[in-house]
């Protein structure tokens, strides 16, 4: 069911910033940019760290407001079969849905200390 951890999100202030330490440093590749098709900008990157290993940055200003003492935003499990995962919260509004902009199957739910989880199915129709 979960095959790993595909990626943490977090907030950023500074797009430029996570390139500078992840991209240029860590040599980690953008593999998706999250853009606002109403106004072309970029909110977001999701980062290659490894084969199966991801990190999720999104801007904390604009529509994306996150307290930046918090930046912790989601955990993301890579499940093998969505509607299985999603059969385990039966007492939970679940709607599985495709991503805005990488249209990769996903839906979330929340823990026991109430930290948003995240699982998500790649298929053909994901764009990384």
Do not use: W
Request: aromatic share 14%; glycine share 4%.
């Amino acid at each position: 069911m979960i095959l790993n951890i595909s990626h943490i999100s977090l907030s950023t202030n500074s797009l430029k910033k996570v390139e500078n330490f992840y991209v240029k440093k860590l040599k980690f590749k953008i593999v998706h940019k999250f853009i606002n098709k109403n106004t072309n900008q970029t909110y977001g990157y999701f980062l290659k760290i490894s084969k199966k290993n991801y990190l999720e940055f999104f801007l904390s200003k604009g529509n994306h407001k996150k307290n930046l003492n918090k930046p912790f935003r989601h955990l993301c499990f890579d499940v093998d079969n969505i509607y299985k995962t999603k059969s385990l919260f039966k007492n939970k509004r679940i709607t599985i849905k495709r991503g805005k902009t990488d249209n990769i199957l996903q839906f979330f739910t929340k823990d026991n200390e109430g930290n948003i989880v995240e699982f998500h199915q790649k298929d053909k129709k994901a764009k990384f």
